[in-house]
């Protein structure tokens, strides 16, 4: 994971967090340092925000470093192996260009240590776990933060935890499932914060909870989080905040057998059939494209109708090309409200009519004839 390019801390289309200052685009090709690029010429920039904070490093000049050791009660040795100095002698990111350099709004140069707490279980067959939804993004992540001068990643890792998910809850309650923890990540994150010259590592540990633990657990979001819920481990990219979403697959990689126990839809020729009941006379299958694409490639969507009235039956069929799109796309809509009735969605088997097979109106691809 840590061998990607990274994309989310080259976002150019707006402002650097809490900032008017946008950084330069840097092509694919000329992200690795190895790749010369003598007119590249990105800002400096560095939060006032973390002007005396105790927690933040000094600017280079003023301070005394020692780089890729530990250093005093910092830790600035990077999971990632020995990272180079920039002719100004400043810590060089060990994926390469960002399109801004300084630290930004992160407290130290070079790497700045997290650890990340990711709490898992079985629901109904489905593999689920705790996020949080970040008060300054407003975009869901797993519980996590910066490690304490002196601090075990793994003991970082519970406290955030505790602070973000169980706020004014007895941590006491959890205390036998963090007997059951392991690690799934060490490494660089693509993160939005991060800059040429400070960026952010983590190791993130999964505790998993198979005996039922957290079932009469109330969860409350903490200072740093306006909500925290169970998530289903589905295809998450899009509203996960930085690597969150590759951590979750590492979990998903983690209980293959877990995954498996859930029944999915039944696949005809190749695709995966989901059957909607209870929509309107009046939608149409660009109306249920709509609805159901953001969770997966399609491969066909249908709305029988009567024979002789040709008015929709009230229900129809949406199949993707992948099972775990099919789920995802299960799981979040059934029970939604559209044109005042609430959807049901569930697995579904169905042939087509003779006389529809061949048709090529209104929205879906016609099935392929062997």
């Known amino acids: 994971m840590s061998e990607r390019l990274h994309t989310k801390c080259r976002n150019t289309a707006e402002p650097y967090l809490h900032s008017k200052i946008y950084r330069v685009e840097v092509p694919d090709e000329k992200v690795r340092w190895s790749t010369s690029w003598q007119n590249y010429s990105a800002p400096d920039y560095t939060s006032s925000t973390l002007v005396g904070k105790p927690y933040a490093d000094k600017e280079i000049g003023v301070g005394s470093f020692k780089?890729?050791?530990?250093?005093?009660?910092?830790?600035?040795?990077?999971?990632?192996g020995q990272y180079e100095l920039s002719k100004d002698g400043r810590p060089l990111n060990p994926n390469g260009r960002t399109g801004l350099r300084g630290r930004g709004v992160l407290g130290k140069w070079g790497p700045n240590h997290a650890a990340d707490c990711i709490v898992s279980r079985i629901h109904d067959g489905r593999l689920q776990f705790i996020a949080i939804e970040r008060r300054d993004r407003h975009i869901w992540a797993v519980p996590g933060g910066m490690i304490e001068p002196g601090e075990l990643a793994a003991e970082a890792a519970k406290r955030e935890f505790a602070e973000e998910a169980l706020w004014e809850t007895d941590p006491s309650i959890v205390a036998p499932l963090w007997k059951k923890g392991k690690e799934l990540y060490r490494g660089y994150v693509d993160d939005p914060r991060n800059t040429d010259n400070a960026w952010m590592e983590t190791v993130a540990f999964n505790f998993h909870d198979d005996g039922g633990i957290l079932?009469?657990?109330?969860?409350?979001?903490?200072?740093?989080?306006?909500?925290?819920?169970?998530?289903?481990?589905?295809?998450?990219?899009?509203?996960?905040?930085a690597s969150h979403a590759d951590f979750i697959e590492l979990l998903k990689e983690n209980c293959p057998k877990v995954m498996s126990r859930r029944p999915g839809p039944p696949s005809i020729d190749g695709l995966f059939s989901l059957k909607i009941d209870n929509i309107s006379y009046q939608t149409t299958p660009q109306d249920l494209r709509r609805l159901f694409e953001k969770?997966?490639?399609?491969?066909?969507?249908?709305?029988?109708?009567?024979?002789?009235?040709k008015q929709s039956k009230g229900f129809g069929f949406v199949r993707?090309?992948?099972?775990?799109d099919a789920e995802y796309a299960m799981d979040r809509m059934d029970g939604r409200w559209l044109d005042g009735r609430e959807?049901?969605?569930a697995m579904a088997r169905y042939e087509r009519p003779i006389d529809e097979r061949n048709a090529r109106s209104g929205g879906y691809r016609s099935r392929r004839l062997v």
């Open 215 to 241: 079932d009469k657990v109330q969860f409350k979001a903490g200072d740093d989080a306006v909500n925290v819920r169970w998530l289903d481990a589905a295809p998450l990219k899009e509203i996960l905040y």
């Open 343 to 345: 959807v049901r969605v």
């Open 295 to 309: 969770y997966g490639e399609i491969g066909d969507i249908h709305i029988p109708r009567d024979r002789y009235t």
């Open 67 to 80: 780089w890729n050791q530990i250093d005093g009660r910092v830790d600035r040795r990077s999971h990632q």
């Open 320 to 324: 993707y090309y992948s099972r775990r």
